[in-house]
C-alpha cells in the first residue's frame, strides 16, 4: 500500500509539471505571435480604434476570432460592431480596405491606405504616391479609393434597406493631402477619434438592431 500511495503521488507530481510545461509553451507561443504583430499592428489603423494590443485586438482576434467590438468604442460611442472588408478587383489583387463601423447613430464606413507619402488624385482616374526613396523622389500609381468605395456603398444600401451611411477615407499622419481633391472627406489616423464621436446619421440603432446589420454584412452574433 506505501508503494502504490507513493507512486501515485509521484504520477500526479508529474502530471502537474506536464500541465505547466505544456501551458508555459503555449504563453510563450502567444507571446511570440503577439511580439511579431505588434510592430505590422503600431504603424496601422488599429491602434486609433482599439484601446491596447495585446488585449483588446490581439487576443479577441486570435482567441475569439472576432474584433468586431472594441473597447475604445465601446468608450467614445458605446454599443457598436466593426465590419471589415478587403475589395478587390477583377484580377483578384486587393485594391481597398473597408471598415464599417455599425453604432447607435447609423453606419458609417472608412477606406483606409497604409502607405506614407504625398498623395494626388481626384474622385475619377487612378491616384498617385510620391515619396522619397535612397535620396530619390518615386511616383507610383494606385488605385483610387473613392471608386470602390462608392461601389462599396451601393452594397451597404442595398444591404440596410436604403439607410443613410456614412464615409471618409483615412490616410496615416505621415501623409500630405493637399492635393487630394476627393468628394468624401480624407482625414489623418489621428483624427478618426473625433470622427467617431461626430458620427451621426439621423437615425437610431439599438443593440438588436446594430448585431442584425452586422449579420447582413457577414458577421456571426453569437446569441448563447
Known amino acids: 500500500m506505501l508503494t502504490l500511495s507513493s507512486t501515485t503521488s509521484e504520477t500526479s507530481s508529474n502530471m502537474t509539471l506536464l500541465f505547466y510545461v505544456i501551458f508555459g509553451f503555449m504563453l510563450l507561443m502567444f507571446l511570440f505571435r503577439a511580439g511579431l504583430g505588434y510592430k505590422r499592428y503600431k504603424n496601422s489603423i488599429y491602434p486609433h480604434i482599439y484601446d491596447n494590443y495585446l488585449i483588446d485586438y490581439f487576443y479577441k482576434l486570435n482567441v475569439f476570432r472576432d474584433a468586431s467590438k472594441s473597447g475604445l468604442l465601446k468608450k467614445l460611442i458605446g454599443y457598436h460592431r466593426l465590419n471589415y472588408a478587403n475589395i478587390t478587383n477583377n484580377e483578384g489583387k486587393l485594391v481597398t480596405q473597408i471598415i464599417t463601423l455599425i453604432h447607435a447613430k447609423g453606419i458609417l464606413s472608412i477606406a483606409y491606405l497604409t502607405s506614407e507619402g504625398k498623395y494626388g488624385g481626384s474622385d475619377s482616374g487612378n491616384w498617385y504616391i510620391k515619396r522619397t526613396e535612397d535620396g ?13 468605395l462608392k461601389e462599396y456603398n451601393l452594397h451597404l444600401s442595398q444591404a440596410l434597406e436604403g439607410r443613410k451611411t456614412q464615409s471618409l477615407i483615412a490616410v496615416p499622419d505621415n501623409t500630405d493631402i493637399t492635393n487630394l481633391h476627393s468628394s468624401y472627406k480624407v482625414v489623418r489616423y489621428s483624427e478618426l477619434e473625433n470622427m467617431f464621436k461626430e458620427a451621426d446619421c439621423g437615425y437610431g440603432l439599438n443593440n438588436a438592431e446594430i448585431d442584425e446589420v452586422y449579420e447582413k454584412l457577414g458577421g456571426k452574433v453569437d446569441r448563447k
Open 136 to 148: 530619390n523622389d518615386k511616383k507610383y500609381k494606385i488605385e483610387n479609393p473613392v471608386i470602390y
